[in-house]
């Protein structure tokens, strides 16, 4: 029976090419796509809400309220994680495409040896 050397071959081009897609893979992702316009406006709109409770905390003593102001910095946390989930979205996936290529990639290798070795 005549051994073939493609697995090796096909999971050593999927690696490399997996490689190479988690270094284009952020420049192919819009912002859009991961963070909207109208996410932006209502994140600066909050943040500008958060500031003037603060600011109106330390001018206006005893008129303060303080549910509306937990409220306010309540959505804005909200807010602020999904930015942040956001801004580390193209990074992790990069990173899951890279570690997922480097997988395939020593997959490859060790294929190779164990085909080489049965030979």
Not at 4 to 10: A, E, L
Not at 41 to 50: F, S, T
Not at 79 to 103: D, H, M, N, P, V
């Amino acid at each position: 029976m005549m051994r073939t050397g493609y697995p090796p071959i096909v999971l050593a081009v999927v690696g490399i090419g997996l490689m190479v897609l988690s270094f284009v893979w952020p420049s192919m992702v819009s912002d859009e796509s991961v963070w909207s316009e109208e996410q932006a406006r209502e994140h600066a709109e909050l943040a500008a809400d958060v500031h003037h409770s603060v600011c109106s905390l330390g001018h206006e003593s005893g008129t303060h309220d303080d549910d509306s102001s937990t409220a306010v910095k309540q959505r804005y946390e909200r807010s602020a994680a999904e930015l942040k989930a956001a801004q580390a979205y193209r990074g992790k996936t990069a990173a899951y495409f890279r570690w997922a290529g480097i997988a395939c990639t020593l997959l490859a290798v060790g294929a190779y040896h164990v085909s080489r070795a049965a030979r």
